[in-house]
């Protein structure tokens, strides 16, 4: 529980500082665009703003998530067992170090490299406008054979 | 008729605005030209509330609006009945050419989609950009994405269209079409307040040259006045290169 709370606050002001990052390399250009293109100021953080500043947060939410996942295993020192105690317990009794070790390592390899996955996919999806030069509309068919 | 009194605006120290006056009638072309440094752009972004004025009045139909005080709806009132054209274009860089223009018109102005489309369409045809209606703007040349800049302005038929040296970060040939789609704008009879330093459109096209120098408007009047006998010298010095020359033969 208590570990819940600390790991909570810690990532949360790493994240809110990332998100504000993200949010300060949209340009004031946009804003301005927006706002005299007759939007609320909410409205243009809505449709403007957040989606690029989402673009931009994507590779650093992703490597500190992994950083956070590993970092879990501090747990320990607060007698809260996650996967690389139970993993050093296991060892310790059968004495099987190398055994226990090589399991938690690809346990961890499996479970960064999907996140890792879904990260790409989610930076892909938010930075189109920047790797493609046109939107595919599903009128035109969108497949080229 | 617009009429804006004593614009005032200065950063710290450094008065920018030392109040200026403008008159605007319907279908007017004004071009405001003058060194850099002498305010022209910060008028233009006081009016559209981009940068607060320290004074200054807004007055249309008798109706007054102050720019320093405009609450959040009247800045938004006045907002809508203007269109603004970037230096740098500021297109929407997650949104398609087609969204650019649409946008304002859904989001800002509640027009359904449908409509919202066929009229963008309308005014991407205008700026010769309609076959680029679903391209990103990272991926159009500077002069075709200021030419957006300016259709996303016109869309929503504003009463009014202020332009912040739209050709300023061009190169010549672009400078072109861009001045040419202003062009047929200022012909059709849009209004329009223009800040350049292309003073062959301001000959052109411009209904009325705005000459301003340290914040203040030094002189004013229609671009046959001021480009063939300006009465002031400082608008003499600065346009001294488009005067006519006169040769004297004894």
């Known amino acids: ?64 998530t992994l950083n956070m996942l590993k970092n879990t295993s501090l747990v320990f020192l607060m007698t809260v067992q996650d996967i690389t105690a139970r993993a050093k317990i296991a060892a310790g009794q059968q004495y099987k170090y190398v055994e226990g070790y ?23 999806r938010t930075t189109r406008y920047k790797t493609e030069s046109q939107k595919v509309t599903a009128k035109e068919g969108g497949v080229t054979a | 008729m617009i009429e804006i009194k004593g614009v005032k605006k200065s950063f710290g120290d450094n008065h920018i605005l030392k ?22 752009t910060t008028f233009l972004r006081c009016i559209s509330f981009l940068e607060k004025a320290d004074e200054g009045k807004w007055i249309e139909n008798g109706a007054e609006i102050d720019l320093h005080s405009a609450d959040k709806k009247q800045i938004q009132q006045l907002r809508r009945k203007s269109g603004f054209v970037f230096q740098n274009y500021n297109l929407f860089a997650n949104k398609t050419v087609l969204e650019n223009v649409t946008l304002g018109l859904t989001v800002g102005e509640g027009v359904p989609k449908d409509e919202a489309e066929k009229r963008a369409m309308e005014a991407l045809k205008k700026v010769g950009m309609a076959d680029r209606a679903n391209f990103y703007p990272n991926a159009l ?31 010549p040939e672009m400078v072109g079409e861009v001045l040419k789609v202003m062009s047929e704008l200022a012909s059709e009879g849009v209004t329009m307040i223009v800040v350049t330093h292309e003073l ?50 004894i």
């Open chain 1, 1 to 64: 529980m208590y570990a819940f709370i600390v790991y909570g606050l810690n990532s949360s002001a790493t994240y809110s500082e990332m998100w504000k990052a993200g949010l300060s390399a949209v340009g004031r250009g946009q804003l301005e665009a927006a706002q005299t293109s007759g939007l609320t100021n909410f409205q243009a953080y809505i449709h403007v703003i957040i989606p690029q500043a989402v673009g931009v947060c994507a590779p650093s939410f992703c490597s500190s």
């Open chain 1, 102 to 124: 090589v399991d938690i390592l690809i346990t961890y390899i499996i479970v960064c490299t999907i996140l890792e996955f879904i990260f790409k996919l989610w930076e892909k």
């Open chain 2, 19 to 40: 109040g200026v006056d403008l008159d605007i009638k319907d279908g007017e072309v004004i071009v405001i030209l003058g060194p850099s440094g002498s305010g022209k």
């Open chain 2, 141 to 171: 040349s500077g002069g075709q994405q200021q030419r957006v800049g300016i259709a996303r302005a016109v869309a929503r038929n504003p009463e009014l269209i202020l332009f912040d040296e739209p050709t300023s970060a061009l190169d």
């Open chain 2, 200 to 249: 062959d459109f301001a000959k052109e096209a411009a209904t009325k040259v705005v000459f301003m120098d340290g914040g203040n408007v030094i002189e004013q009047g229609p671009p046959e006045e001021i480009f063939v006998s300006p009465t002031q010298e400082r608008t003499r010095q600065f346009l001294s290169r488009y005067l006519p020359e006169f040769t004297y033969n």
